[in-house]
């Protein structure tokens, strides 16, 4: 039951820290700044896109190890 | 201690500082309500009163400790670090309406974590996000109150009561269900 | 309980929720798009971030639903319902966060644009600040969750806040915006609701976008309820 109170304390700093980033990231010119500006920012769009994939992937696999695990018991 | 720190602050810094102390008393004075009743002593309560008459109690009287509460500190921050209000009689009323929101909200919280059998530390997580468009609301209609040139929208005014009343009638509705044990 | 049971074992919603999202995908790339000078194709994003603050607030709302149901009928099953919605809403919240940082970055943030002055100016947005109270608000739901050890008491005490925080919500939201200076779309009000340059092309794309999405969403959600019923049987 403590685990949900850990990831609490540990997503707010990390949400922060993703943002910070995001800024200051664009902020130094690089080749993947030229690359994501190109033929009108789509690659912004693929950047969300994969995101979102990604990130309901994770936590379907986690959905998944909880349920086998829940199976063994 | 806070003079010590810094002596007469710009308007916009003692308006942000007041809130946050008066959110600060807010939450010590209105903590102790429930979290200091004792099992036998709301068993008893409960056998004499209903529910919903004791919450409307609680409130009121968490209310008339905040007003005394706001008033002070309003004198204290006077005293120790000068009083930039330009317009008085429409902060004064600002403080108490302040006041009465932020104990409102706070003695329904202090039901839930008493009932949870909690310190005050899970009131705070659990009203934080409560508690900060109305003290952005309430920075916002008090700065007007340090310059003579901005208007006090009266629309505001009336949002900030209306709030107020909705918290109550929740209070009154939610309230028997915390109440059963 | 019967009829709440039903819907998650039939699949047609689920089909649907599948067919509208390849729509909103090949639609949503191939489409028409209006061309604004700061977003340019990024305003195909509407289609992804904005959804998902959409399907976000509309699982928090299927979790108040059932926290009501629960304190009318004392049933613990709308109890792990109500608690599993608030949880996927949370990771739907986390992503739209995660996608708006990229958003953002390349566009209110890009050093080109000159209205980009510092991050604290971005993190006084209005739209930021409701949906960080909202996101605040389910983590301490959830926080309440875990102080309380006996099951009833900790499912009408959480019913309890998750209506009393919903309520509070939704004037924040409402308030905020009409406060502080907002780079966001839709000054007033709802976001892409009344998008004053969103047009009827992309229109047909959005809402069926935020449909698939929710479905989507809601798909996850209910095999966790399952996972929980289940769990719950175990126990007794």
Partial sequence: MKKFTRTFFFVIPLLLCIGQLAAQGVKNESAIGETMRSSGRIYVVIAVMLTILAGLVIYLVRLDRRMTKLEKE | MLFLGIEEPEEKVWNGLFWVIQLFICINAVAKSFLQESRGRMLYFYSIASPASFVLAKLLFNTLLMLVMSLLSLLLFTLFLGNPVVRTGPFIGLVLLGGWSLSLIFTFLAAIAARAQQNAAIMAVLGFPLIVPQLILLMKISNATFNPLLTIHASNMLLLAALDIMVILLAVILFPFLWKD | ?236
Wanted: hydrophobic share 50%.
């Fill in chain 3, 1 to 236: 309980m019967s009829k709440t049971k039903n819907y998650m074992y039939k699949s047609w919603w689920k089909i649907l929720g599948v067919v509208l999202l390849v729509y909103t995908f090949v639609a949503g790339l191939l489409g028409k798009v209006p061309n604004l000078p700061a977003l340019e194709e990024t305003v195909r994003n509407l289609y992804f971030h904005v959804c998902m603050w959409f399907a976000m607030m509309i699982l928090f709302t299927i979790s108040v639903i059932n926290g009501i149901k629960y304190l009318r009928t004392f049933d613990i099953r709308y109890d792990i319902i109500s608690r599993q919605y608030a949880t996927t809403g949370i990771v739907l919240g986390l992503l739209g966060y995660a996608t708006g940082a990229i958003w953002m970055s390349y566009t209110w943030a890009d050093p080109n644009n000159p209205a980009f002055q510092s991050f604290g100016a971005l993190a006084r947005e209005p739209k930021l600040i409701g949906t960080a109270i909202a996101l605040l608000i389910y983590f301490a739901y959830l926080v309440l969750r875990d102080s309380i050890a006996d099951m009833d008491k900790r499912a009408r005490i959480s019913a309890v806040y998750n209506i009393f925080a919903y309520a509070m919500l939704f004037p924040s939201i409402w308030i905020v915006p009409r406060l502080l200076p907002s780079l966001h779309p839709g000054q007033e009000g709802n976001p892409a609701m009344n998008f004053k340059d969103i047009d009827a092309s992309m229109r047909i794309v959005f809402y069926p976008a935020v449909i698939g999405w929710t479905l989507l969403a809601v798909w996850i959600t209910t095999i966790k309820i399952r996972i929980g019923l289940l769990k719950e049987k175990k126990w007794q």
